[in-house]
């Protein structure tokens, strides 16, 4: 039995040494429930040239009509061979200089990009909230959150139960009622916190946050971050894209570091941040 047991360890050491260290597999990591793996996942934008000016939309239709491939079509390889497993009850940040690929990544694991190589497997639904999520301006912010709730799937009933709670977190009422009035009348702040509020109110299996606790002052941002602890309590897990580096540190305990596509570095908030402030990759 001890033989085994020697050899045994002895496979899981030449296992663990033949992956790349951020891909190890861990005795912790087995323990817990997965709920995004990404698996040397590449994505690739496609950008059609086109003229411009009068024209041009017509050409467009000409060729489609006649299957004639756009000339000066240029690829970009946005993402490349990004692999790592994000577990239940995490936080995870994501961090990179603009155009890193840091927003490309959770719309993929959102189910809303393709991948051109590689996989995507989730646990349960994953849930985008960036500040650019539609809500419909025409709309009053009232109206915007009794539709936004029963998108998400919440019942008539859970929605009313939730309404005042979702207004009072936003903050929108604090200098008047802003609630009553269009969304095309908010801020960009306002809507941002508005869109985090609605998508707050319900547990998610994964929630995807691109810059939305960018917005708003500190008491928001405060609230923002409690209910993330109450939400990877609650559930699942939680991904946050932000430039402000205090508010990953505050939030996130692991964090990953993305540069021009690639995956720099995975690990320990204070590690990985600390390394991306100063330069550093390992």
């Given amino acids: 039995m001890a033989d085994t047991d020697v050899r045994g ?13 951020r891909r190890k597999v861990f005795d912790a990591d087995v323990a817990r429930d997965p709920t995004v793996v990404v698996d040397d996942v590449h ?4 950008v059609h040239g086109a003229g411009s000016g009068k024209g041009s939309a017509t050409s467009a239709l000409s060729r489609i009509i006649s299957r004639k491939r756009a000339s000066g ?17 995490e936080a995870i940040g994501l961090i990179g200089s603009n155009g890193s690929g840091k927003s490309t990544m959770l719309a993929a694991i959102a189910g809303l990009l393709p991948t051109e190589k590689g996989g995507i497997y989730t646990n349960g639904q994953p849930s985008l909230l960036g500040v650019n999520a539609a809500l419909m301006n025409e709309l009053t912010g009232e109206r915007n959150v009794v539709l936004g709730c029963l998108a998400m799937g919440m019942s008539p009933a859970d929605v009313r139960s939730r309404y005042q709670e979702i207004v009072e977190f936003s903050g929108i009422n604090e200098k008047g009622d802003f609630i009553s009035l269009p969304m095309r009348t908010y801020s960009s702040g306002m809507g941002a916190r508005l869109r985090f509020a609605i998508a707050a109110a319900k547990t998610h299996d994964v929630l995807l946050i691109d810059e939305a606790l960018a917005t708003g002052d500190q008491a928001f941002q405060a609230r923002s971050k409690k209910r993330i602890e109450e939400l990877r309590a609650e559930a699942g897990t939680v991904f946050l894209v932000s430039h402000d580096n205090a508010s990953i540190r505050e939030t996130c305990e692991r964090t990953i570091w993305i540069e021009a596509g690639e995956l720099i570095m995975d690990g320990p908030t204070e590690d990985v941040v600390g390394a991306y402030e100063r330069g550093e990759r390992p």
């Fill in 73 to 89: 079509v240029r690829e970009v390889h946005a993402v490349k061979g990004v692999s790592f497993t994000a577990y239940k009850g």
């Fill in 43 to 46: 994505i690739v934008y496609r």
């Fill in 9 to 21: 360890a002895d496979l899981r050491k030449d296992l663990e040494d033949a992956l790349p260290p």
